[in-house]
């Protein structure tokens, strides 16, 4: 097994980043994927994270 991870401040263009790596590796098998919003502390914004534990 192995892990990728990926951030972006838009769920939206973070998932196309993973639709676009798993196009590129059709052999994957995704065991496990997990995403988080992530704030910063004493700011407002923050960011996607997701985690994909893959074999």
């Not at 991870?5 to 790596?21: A, P, V």
């Not at 496990?32 to 994270?49: A, E, I, S």
């Amino acid at each position: 097994m192995a892990q990728q991870s990926w951030w972006n401040s838009s769920f939206d263009d973070m998932m196309e980043d993973l639709g676009k790596w798993l196009a590129e590796r059709p052999g994957i098998t995704i065991v496990h994927l997990d995403w988080k919003f992530v704030v910063r502390p004493n700011q407002t914004d923050g960011y996607w994270y997701m985690l994909c534990v893959y074999r």
